[in-house]
T-cell receptor, first 111, second 113 residues
Framework: RKEVEQDPGPFNVPEGATVAFNCTYS??????FFWYRQDCRKEPKLLMS???SGNEDGRFTAQLNRASQYISLLIRDSKLSDSATYLC????????????FGSGTRLQVQP | EPEVTQTPSHQVTQMGQEVILRCVPI?????FYWYRQILGQKVEFLVS????????KSEIFDDQFSVERPDGSNFTLKIRSTKLEDSAMYFC???????????FGPGTRLTVT
């Protein structure tokens, strides 16, 4: 089983749509969870951290279910500028400081 | 807003040559990292560095690789004898806390010919 697993997409949605991405992680000792976005050939940029039961930032809502080892990201009212690859990222605090990345889910928002 | 910077943005080198990739982490951060991303693949961890020593390294980070913090601001990744398969985007990252967010630089695209 992959350490962090995501649906690769692509998700093609019209502007204004609501879209949800899912992610599962294999290590139950994982402590910190993040969503990053990555534009083509650019660096990963932190979108939001996901702590405890989840959090919201404007149009973005992240949820964490530790029992199911599942993280989600919901984007409401999609904009053209949301088109990117969304990376589910996990930090397992067992002395490791490395981030483990999923392969990413590609989103294409269309006019 | 503070940011991680990296130089050069693109480096082309011949197989067997040594390369040094440079990074300037965010100034008050204490934890530094190198990651790489081969074209079309996911981001992979190489090494973490804290208090002037390597904290952790992946199986990718073999004897051909080394890291150094030569002064108070720079953090470097050296590849001693590059191979074709070292061609990738190399990202530096830094964080203020080992289990919190890491902030990435814009990357160095390394092409080994």
């Amino acid at each position: 089983r992959k350490e962090v697993e995501q649906d690769p997409g692509p998700f093609n949605v019209p502007e204004g749509a609501t879209v949800a991405f899912n992610c599962t992680y294999s290590n139950s000792a994982s402590q910190s969870f993040f969503w990053y976005r990555q534009d083509c050939r650019k660096e990963p940029k932190l979108l939001m951290s996901v702590y405890s039961s989840g959090n919201e930032d404007g149009r973005f809502t992240a949820q964490l279910n530790r029992a199911s080892q599942y993280i989600s990201l919901l984007i409401r009212d999609s904009k053209l500028s949301d088109s990117a690859t969304y990376l589910c990222v996990v930090n397992t605090d067992t002395g490791r400081r490395a981030l483990t990345f999923g392969s990413g889910t590609r989103l294409q928002v269309q006019p | 807003e503070p940011e991680v910077t990296q130089t050069p943005s693109h480096q082309v080198t011949q197989m067997g040559q040594e390369v040094i990739l440079r990074c300037v982490p965010i100034s008050n951060h204490l934890y530094f990292y190198w990651y790489r991303q081969i074209l079309g693949q996911k981001v992979e961890f190489l090494v973490s560095f804290y208090n002037n020593e390597i904290s952790e390294k992946s199986e990718i980070f073999d004897d051909q690789f080394s890291v150094e913090r030569p002064d108070g601001s720079n953090f470097t990744l050296k590849i001693r004898s590059t191979k074709l398969e070292d061609s990738a985007m190399y990202f530096c990252a830094s964080s203020g806390d080992p289990i919190r967010e890491q902030y990435f630089g814009p990357g160095t695209r390394l092409t080994v010919t």
